[in-house]
């Protein structure tokens, strides 16, 4: 069988990503398991598993990886780090046409490169296979409860990148009292899954969406909204999960009675241009519109949350948005409406992270990536040796310099 070489790239983006598609014991097991694969890595001061610890796990460490078949990275390589004519894996952020990766996917197609992102690996029905939106979630959720406590003063969370993992974050919950909140949470991807692991170790009860909306409770609750509570169909009024998909445009948002109605809005909703906006900007003015806080763990600025100006850094996770004037302003104020708006917050979490993604990469992708042919790869390469893959004809204006 054909040795196949795997090189774990650095990452070169800044602000720097410390996580990694494989931990050392995941590549050693690999390695043991399936002798046609070798590993090797590009030493990197700041990644979450240490050097040494791939060497531990006697994977070699390697500055020059020109000889690996496959490469593998987690956020976009920057231009200049693109070795021509290799096979990569990473989060390119290109399919949606982003004006920052521009450049990138250019040189990509320049360098005949061969890009496989991770975001467009799917199954048949458009359900995604590989990503860290479950540890988004998880942090998401913790830094919008934070913001809260930190504005009213009612409780105090500390910072998630404090701990060492998530299991000692689990332990900070302990004694924690939260007021009578009620929290809606948006979404039933792997980020709202995350999302609701937080509520549920927080202590936070479940309520259905109807008895949500009619009364208070004495103890902290949360809502779940999914597609079909969150959307209807402007002419008829119902909700077809795949319709939806297909005509988003023909859909309207339900969601403005949970804004007279929430304290917290946990939002981990899939969305692309043309699916509604959860409410609108003017909305926010409105006397009865109650929400204080909003982790916009989707974070697509002014996406389904159209107050979502600015995504922030893990430092400095949380700003204002006035009620009046719609502008940014200080996080805290009396006069706005905070959002935490993170675009890498699984990277508060990157051990645990990491191990979760590279889990997915060895059960769901490892195998058709070994092997020729497979629809899921052909469905997720965006460029190949120099061309747009062929699902990737769309790229093609955006592609010759065109936004
Ligand atoms: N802030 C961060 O650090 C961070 C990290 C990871 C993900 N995210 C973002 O959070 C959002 C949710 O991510 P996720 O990991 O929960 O996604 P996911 O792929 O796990 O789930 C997406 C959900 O959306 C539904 N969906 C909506 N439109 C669809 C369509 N056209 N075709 C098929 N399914 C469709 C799917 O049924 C699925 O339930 C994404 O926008 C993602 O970019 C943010």
Known sequence: MKQVKIGLIREGKIPTDSRVALTPAQCKWLQAHRPNLLF????????????AEYERAGI???????????????KE???????PGKTYLFFSHTKKKQPHNQQLLQAILEKKITLIDYECLEHEDGKRIIGFGFFAGIVGAHNGLMAYGNRTGLFKLDRVYKQKNFKELIHTYFGLRLPNLKIAVTGSGRVAHGLLEIMNLMGVHEVEPDEYLQRRFNYPVYTQLKGYDL??????????????????QQYISRFMPYTRQTDILLNGVYWYEGVPRLFEAPDIQKEDFIIETIADVS?????????????????????????????????????SIDIMAVG??????PRDASRYFGEQLIKFVLDDLLHEGSTILTRAT????GALGPHYDYLQDYANGVL
């Open 299 to 335: 974070d697509d600025e002014n996406g389904s949350v159209p107050i979502n100006k600015r995504t922030q850094t893990i430092d400095d996770p949380v700003y204002g948005i006035d009620r009046e004037t719609g502008t940014i302003t200080a996080p805290y104020l009396k006069s």
């Open 382 to 385: 965006i460029a190949q040796n």
């Open 60 to 74: 070699r460490i390697s500055e020059d990886l020109s000889s690996c078949d496959i490469l593998l990275g987690i």
């Open 77 to 83: 390589v920057p231009v200049n780090e693109l070795i």
């Open 40 to 51: 090797v890595v590009q030493p990197a001061a700041l990644r979450c598993y240490k050097d």
């Open 344 to 349: 890498n917050l699984p990277n508060e979490l």
């Open 231 to 248: 959307y209807e169909h402007a002419a008829t009024g119902r909700y077809n999960r795949l319709d939806f998909h297909e005509h988003p």
